[in-house]
Structures are given as C-alpha cells and as structure tokens.
C-alpha cells in the first residue's frame, strides 16, 4: 500500500505534471491538512472549480471529522457526480478522462469530482444522410451527447448502454447500445465478449478499426456493419432488435447485425407517402443494379452485336476511338475516383469549379482529342450516378470493386468473362455472413415473401408489426394486432 505522498508524487509523474502545461496540479488546505487537487486543463470548468476550492477552504475541522470523504461529498460539495477510490488506475483514468481528483492528507481514498465538459459543436443534419423532411439533428464526437439523442427518441426503462474501455493507451470509451426485452441475448453476449477481448494500445480510426475488430480480419469488400450519423435511424434499429456500438469521439454509430438489403434503404423513404417512398425505393434499385451492370453489359453487346434485336441495332460506336474500349471505361473509372477523392480534400467554396472542371470540361476534351466515344462517357457517368444513389457508401465503394472486376473479365473474355463475373460477385454474396453468423442475403435466402415484400416497398407503419427473424428477437411483435 503507498502511502499519501507516494501516492500523490505517482498521480503527478503518471500524468506529466511539470512537463504537460495542461496536467495541473493545484495545492491548498482543508481544515489545516493538506490537499491536492488533480485535473487536465481544458476539460474541466474554471467557474466550477473556483467555486469547489472555496468551498473545501472554507471547511472547518469539525465539520468533516470523522467520515470525511463521505461529510464532504454529502454536505459540503453539492455537486451531482462524485465518487472516491483508492484505486490509483481508476483514478488515473478518470482524470485523464477529464475528472477532477482530490487527495487530501491522511486519507487512503482520493475523491473524483466529475466536472468534465468536452469541446463539443451541435448537433447538425448529417451530410450524407440528408432528408428533404424529417428530423436535422445528426450525432456528434462527444458519446453522452449521442446517448441523450437516443434517449430523447426511446424513453424505453429496458434501453441499455455498457460502458466499455477499449485501448490500453487511448482508453477509447466504447458503448454498447441495446434494447434489454427486444434484442437477441446471445447476440449481446458475443458482441461484449469480443469486445471485451480486443488487446490493443489504440483504436486509431475509432468505430472503423473496431468494426474490424468485431468482425475479424475480412478481404471481403461487402460491408458488415451499417454507420449511420442519424439518432433516428439509431433509434429505429434497435427498436426492431439490432445493436449499436458508439465510440467517444466519432459521429458515426454502427449497427448490427444487418443484411444487405440494411444498406439500400435510406430514412427519406420513411419521411414519404408510402406509394413515394416505394417509388424512391424502386429507383435506388435501379440505380445500383446500372451501377453494377451497366459499362460491362454494354461492352458484352458491342463485342456481340449479333445479339441485339433490331430495335437496339442503333446502340454501339460508329468509331471506337484511339484507346480501346475496355481502356476507356478503366480510364473513366480511375478518373471519376480521382474526381471524387480531390472534391474531398476541396474546400467547399471550391467543390463547384471542380465540379465544372472535372466533369464538363475533361470529358468534353478527352472526346475531342479522341480519348473517349461519348457513350462511353455516357454510361461511365450513369454508372458513376448510380454509385453516389446508394445510401451507404461502403456499400457502393463494395458496388464499384465488383464492377471494375466484371469490366475487366468482358472485356477480356466477352461472354465467359461476364458470366465469370457475375458468378464471383454471387458466390461472394452467399458467402458472406453478418456478426452472429447471420446471413447477409436475408430475406432473399434463406427466402421469406412476407419480408421481402416489405424491403421491396414502403410499407405503411401500422402494416409492418413484427420484427425481423432474422435477428432472432425475444419480442417479435412490435404492436398487438387482431389477426382474425
């Protein structure tokens, strides 16, 4: 056991006090023993503090003796959040978390005082999950904040959120989100088993390097895991039974498990008329299976034209250009991506000409040099639109890999090659399984009419009352119907 000072000189070295300007360490007196307050600077508020140490300097002795510690959290500091340990690793956690500690001389337990306030902007409507109606309030960095989103949108009492450390430098603090009645058990055990087993000094790009934690090394390119920055979109999955997993400092929230279909389905289609929302559903669908499909189907036919009926005689190149048509379409693909990627690292007042440059004028000239046909600029672009129509971008990123592939066998083999294509991205479909083991083609397979139904329209509310099995929830029913 250290005694007061070691234990104070230990606290002090652990956290750099004389070294870091932002590890303060404050020294004064409370009914003439001595005291250390211990805090990191910028984490806490100076108002409050000023006003805790006049107060504890204020206090006489027979106020606080004995029982001190327990006199002063219940009489003197009228302060909502305090605590004490004599663990000097809990301690040192939670002043690094922005906690204050205060030692006073004498006392085996050292009193934590959370007075924590994090840099924090407001929440906003998240840029890639933006609805024409419906709710502009998105997640932010700061984890209790995106808890009180939640918990705004679900006063359910069976709602739990698990506090996880994660990261034996960073001490990322991780959470578990779940619905204690609805949620699947032995789905919540597993995901807190692997997180609880993850032994590493940091996760790096928070909620993405945990993903991959969670869900094992993978080369497969189909997303796992869905992310949004929407608190009802959180809200509504855990509702049907899934999880969610917050990372302190990321906006994003991943939810699991999920299907594929999970990726394809976007909150603007709720905040519609149902006939709308299906319409909208029906177009996206469209959108990623022209993503796909599209620069190699027509490729496939330019290379057997024989094929094409006499109406669709008109489709195809009267010149093929100086650059083969394979290499065009690899050319636009790369250039569209380049595109993209520098739209990104553009301030935003800039994004426009970059748009004008990249997009009109580029194209127009490489035709005009003799780079590309127009049609091949044509179907690039559509296919280009319907990738930026997906909702989830690690699903249309998923989407474009595969695409490159299937271009790459047309336009190598022709008919073999497409086929090759098509059964590599079917077969690696099938393969791919969600967290628990779950499969990620549901409801197609295993097949269930009544769910596919629902993820192929937008339902009305009151028509859809029962959760999806595939998550194996303790509650199915999500409202009591008479089924006479």
Not at 93 to 121: N, Q
Not at 303 to 326: A, M
């Amino acid at each position: 056991m250290k005694t007061y000072d070691e234990r104070v000189n230990y606290i002090s070295e652990k956290i750099g006090v004389g070294k870091s300007f932002d590890a303060v360490r404050r020294d004064f007196e409370i009914a003439g023993k001595n005291a250390f307050l211990f805090f990191i600077d910028g984490f806490v508020k100076d108002e409050l503090m000023i006003w805790i140490i006049k107060r504890l300097q204020e206090v006489s002795r027979q106020e606080i003796v004995p029982n001190t510690l327990d006199k002063l959290i219940k009489r003197k500091i009228s302060y909502i959040e305090c605590d004490s340990s004599e663990d000097l690793e809990e301690i040192q956690y939670s002043l690094l978390s922005g906690s204050a500690v205060l030692f006073i001389e004498d006392l085996k337990e050292a009193l934590i005082i959370d007075v924590r306030t994090y840099p924090a902007r407001g929440p906003e409507e998240p840029d890639l999950e933006k609805v024409t109606r419906g709710s502009r309030d998105g997640f932010v960095e700061t984890i209790v904040f995106n808890t009180a989103l939640i918990r705004r949108r679900i006063r359910d009492p069976n709602l739990r959120f698990e506090l996880y450390k994660v990261g034996k430098r960073s001490q990322n603090d991780v959470v578990i989100g779940y619905i204690e009645d609805i949620t699947n058990r032995d789905l919540v055990n597993s995901l807190r088993d692997k997180i609880k087993s993850i032994d590493i000094d940091s996760l790096v790009m928070a909620e993405k390097s945990l993903e991959e934690f969670i869900l094992g090394r993978n080369l497969n390119p189909f997303p796992q895991a869905k992310f949004t920055e929407r608190p009802d979109v959180a809200a509504a999955h855990l509702l049907e039974g899934h999880m969610i997993v917050l990372v302190d400092t990321t906006p994003s929230v991943m939810i699991l498990p999920v299907s594929m279909f999970h990726f394809t389905q976007h909150a603007e289609d709720y905040y519609q008329n149902p006939i709308i929302g299906t319409y909208i559903r029906w177009v996206r669908f469209l959108a990623i299976i022209l993503s796909y499909l599209l620069p190699s189907l027509w490729l496939l036919l330019i290379k057997n034209k024989s094929i094409l009926p006499e109406f669709l005689q008109f489709i195809g190149p009267k010149e093929s250009g100086e650059i083969p048509l394979l290499f065009q379409f690899l050319i636009l693909e790369i250039g569209l991506d380049m595109l993209r990627i520098a739209s990104i690292h553009t301030p935003n007042a800039l994004t426009t000409s970059l748009g004008i440059i990249g997009a009109l004028l580029l194209s127009d000239f490489a035709i005009k040099v003799g780079w590309f046909i127009p049609e091949t600029v044509l179907y690039g672009a559509i296919a280009g639109i319907g990738m930026f129509a997906t909702p989830s971008i690690e699903f249309a990123m998923a989407i474009r890999i595969f695409r490159l592939i299937l271009l790459i066998f047309t336009g190598l083999f022709s008919i073999i090659g497409f086929i090759i294509g098509i059964f590599i991205f079917l077969i690696t479909l099938l393969r791919t399984k969600s967290f628990g083991g779950i499969n990620y083609t549901w409801p197609l397979i295993p097949f269930n009419g009544k769910a596919l139904s629902t993820v192929l329209t937008r339902k009305p509310i009151p028509e859809v009352y029962q959760r999806p099995d595939f998550i194996r929830a303790k509650d199915r029913d999500k409202m009591k119907v008479d089924k006479k």
